[in-house]
């Protein structure tokens, strides 16, 4: 989007820097709807914002606004299909490194910083010192980012988990500080003893290094598993224009050269040859082949092209040699349009806003006013500026929050892992949050619920004719094919007879089949109007077969030989074994299952009966937008929409759903769209997918819930004066514990057998 200097257009997008968690999503978002005739939506898992308006508002007045809220803005560089010098990869991981490094830096220092605290054997001379020489790093370099993020939500008078942290443990390494060199914690021999004792102190001889240290470590861990997960966001838009070809051989002047894609012109005529993929959109002007456009329309046939016939970029000439005349190029291409559906689709998911920070914008207000009162209780009530400074900063070591900081990244690495063992891969912790509410489930046919490649599926003799016969003189022909119908017979044909003889004299007929001479047999394999050609009838036996499985939406492959029609072979795309199953245990989590296709009604509804799906739930001969489409219209029925592809025409309906679930046996662009990635790709394993994630999602919630309880419970005593630096240090031991082993109990999760 070109930024104009006096009127914005209707729409604008912008790359938005600096958020650290979704209510700095919420506070962008607030700021630009304040704009006369603005409505914006700003998503922190893609970091970009996306501004409609009706008034007259500049682009630069709307990244104004952005950098007035403390955040940086400008308008996103268009995706490249060749990222130039590996940069495109090289990004995300430059992005990352000095977050990494602030990660690698607490936990080398914090882990001896805690050791040394919590263990009394380790408390040798000068320990505290070692500790503040280590700790010193963790608090100052390593937590920057929660220090900046505070000071940007002070300035905007808002506070979030960042301020609970930075808060909290500038608070303990001050009071350190303030103990080590003007108390008595900095005496030779001082010791942390356990004594679990209630009694008020003047806080000189406590530190709480390993406070300030250990929750900086676990929570620079949490952010950085968050943020590299976030930075694969742009990874769908990079794998569906990675599908396309990279260069392209141009008819000129009688020549063929071979150019970069990207030089391709509209009207410009290119060759493309049997296993290549086609270049761009166009209309075939010379030849004939078959063309496999399943990973774009869903379609599990291939499709037979001839002159004047459109085709599309990215699919793949399977058959005999094209030229093709570009009709459309770059962004206008079908391929680039999907690109900018997967984009609008991860655009318009709204940010999910974490517990924990809606929780801390309550939390931190009120524990910094309960610390404030604190202070000035004791100072008035003539218990002296030391005992009063000490219950005040009691009050904000003990809201530090070393149990919450554990919460989520635990749950979610032992649940990813569990899931992990099961072949399930769960993206991030926004993840789960969609799996509690999802009631429909929206199932891909091709490559999900079947196999996703023709088979035969069943052989249809005339009269005295043997089936191995058929099988052994048509396999032959159709294996020196490479059309993938006649594979699907060969294959079938020498699974169950076994070698199969070579033909001779084997000539393909455009469109129509192959024949050729088997075993001194003349021999023809393909459509009927193949056999009708050469004066070769189908008797009525074999007419009624053709029909019938025409009706249940297979191809229908007629076999003659000796001038005579002796056979009708039934191919098509078989549905996995497991689908059934699946589709029972999913209704058995209360979801609803439907049927969402390219391919034919005929089709569609013969794999609903088989798997067990009402008919009222199938939606045939639906192309990309229109499955992005029906993934809308049932959101705005209301329901919580989950959807199961494994194709690049599922990559942006898997965007758009509330979750979405790629087979991982699919592309990497439905891959990367999706949330969860079932490896193995068997459905069965999406309902595993959504129980695991439900009860992951559980655990998070009950740690953070205990991770919350444990600090309002301790908080009047920290209040009151009464917090005993053991008492403290062992309560938030025992919650991490608690959180840490709530968490493992993920690790005994099953799927169901």
């Not at 795309?573 to 209360?590: F, M, N, Q, W």
């Amino acid at each position: 989007m070109t930024p104009g200097t006096t009127s914005a257009p209707a729409e604008v997008e912008l790359a938005i820097g600096g958020m650290t968690c979704a209510s700095c999503a919420a506070r962008i978002e607030k700021k630009l709807n304040r704009l006369d005739g603005v409505t914006a939506t700003v998503n922190y898992a893609t970091e970009k914002a996306r501004i409609f308006h009706t008034g007259d508002v500049s682009v630069p007045e709307l990244i104004a606004m952005v950098e007035a809220t403390g955040y940086t803005a400008r308008p996103p560089e268009p995706a490249r299909a060749e990222p130039a010098s590996g940069a495109e990869d090289a990004g995300p991981d430059d992005a990352l490194r000095p977050l990494r490094q602030r990660l690698v830096t607490a936990v080398v220092l914090a882990v001896p910083v805690i050791a040394m605290a919590m263990v009394p054997a380790l408390q040798f001379t000068y320990w505290q010192w070692l500790s503040l020489t280590l700790a010193a790093p963790v608090v100052t370099y390593a937590a920057w980012p929660f220090h900046k993020a505070a000071f940007t939500n002070a300035r905007h008078g808002a506070a979030t988990m960042d301020t609970l942290v930075s808060v909290g443990t500038s608070a303990a390494f001050l009071w350190s500080l303030w103990a080590l060199f003007l108390g008595t914690a900095g005496a030779p021999g001082m010791t942390h003893p356990f004594e679990l004792t209630i009694a008020r102190g003047d806080g000189s001889a406590n530190i709480y290094l390993e406070a300030a240290a250990g929750v900086t470590a676990f929570l620079l861990a949490g952010r950085y598993f968050e943020a590299r997960s976030r930075r694969k966001a742009g990874a769908a838009l990079r794998a569906l224009l990675e599908l396309g070809a990279k260069d392209v051989t141009v008819l000129r002047e009688g020549r063929e050269e071979e150019i970069p894609v990207g030089e391709l012109k509209a009207g410009d005529r290119f060759l493309v040859r049997p296993g290549e993929k086609i270049a761009t959109d166009g209309t075939v002007v010379e030849g004939a082949s078959a063309v496999d456009a399943s990973m774009l329309t869903g379609e599990s046939v291939p499709v037979e092209v001839g002159v004047g016939d459109g085709v599309t970029g990215a699919t793949m000439n399977v058959g005999g040699r094209l030229v093709v005349e570009a009709v459309r190029v770059g962004a206008d291409t079908q391929l680039a349009r999907m690109a900018k559906l997967v984009e609008d689709a991860q655009n318009g998911k709204a940010a999910v806003q974490r517990l924990a920070d809606r929780v801390s914008g309550v939390f931190v207000p009120v524990v910094i006013a309960l610390a404030l009162a604190t202070l000035g209780f004791w100072i008035g009530n003539g218990s002296g500026p030391t005992a009063a400074f000490t219950a005040a900063v009691a009050v904000l070591i003990i809201a530090c929050p070393c149990a919450l900081g554990l919460a989520t990244p635990t749950a979610l690495l032992v649940g990813t892992g569990r899931g992990a063992q099961l072949g399930i891969l769960i993206k991030g912790p926004e993840v789960l949050e969609s799996t509690r509410r999802v009631d429909t489930v929206v199932l891909d046919k091709t490559g999900t619920v079947t196999t996703g490649r023709m088979t035969l599926l069943a052989v249809h003799t005339a009269t005295d004719v043997e089936e191995t016969e058929v099988l052994r003189l048509a396999g032959a022909l159709e294996h020196a094919s490479e059309h993938p119908i006649a594979r699907a017979v060969a294959a079938g044909a020498a699974e169950r007879v076994g070698t199969l003889p070579v033909p001779e004299d084997f000539t393909g007929v455009p469109g129509l089949g192959v024949q050729g001479v088997v075993d001194g047999h003349a021999v023809l394999v393909g459509r009927e109007k193949l056999l009708a050609d050469r004066a070769v009838e189908l008797p009525a036996r074999l007419a009624g077969a053709k029909a019938e499985a025409e009706r249940a939406g297979r191809t229908a492959i007629a076999v003659a030989w000796d001038g005579e029609a002796r056979a009708v072979l039934e191919v098509a795309d078989a549905v996995k074994d497991t689908s059934p199953e699946a589709i029972a245990r999913l209704r058995a989590l209360g979801l609803t299952p439907m049927l969402l296709t390219g391919d034919n009604e005929a089709v569609a509804a013969s794999v609903a009966r088989e798997v067990g799906i009402d008919a009222e739930h199938v939606v045939a001969e639906v192309l990309p937008q229109d499955k992005v489409a029906v993934v809308e219209r049932l959101q705005n029925e209301g329901r919580s929409v989950a959807m199961v592809g494994d194709g690049v025409n599922d990559a942006a309906a898997l965007a758009r759903a509330d979750l979405g679930l790629a087979m991982g046996t699919g592309t990497d662009a439905a891959i990367e769209a999706g949330d969860l990635t079932l490896v193995r790709g068997d459905l069965r394993t999406a309902a595993d997918a959504i129980r695991l994630a439900r009860r992951t999602l559980g655990t998070i919630r009950s740690n953070l819930f205990w991770a919350f309880a444990y600090n309002l419970a301790a908080l009047p005593l920290a209040a009151a004066g009464l917090l005993n630096p053991m008492i403290a240090g062992a309560a938030m031991a025992f919650s991490s514990v608690f959180v840490v082993g709530n968490s493992l109990r993920l690790r005994g999760f099953k799927a169901t057998a």
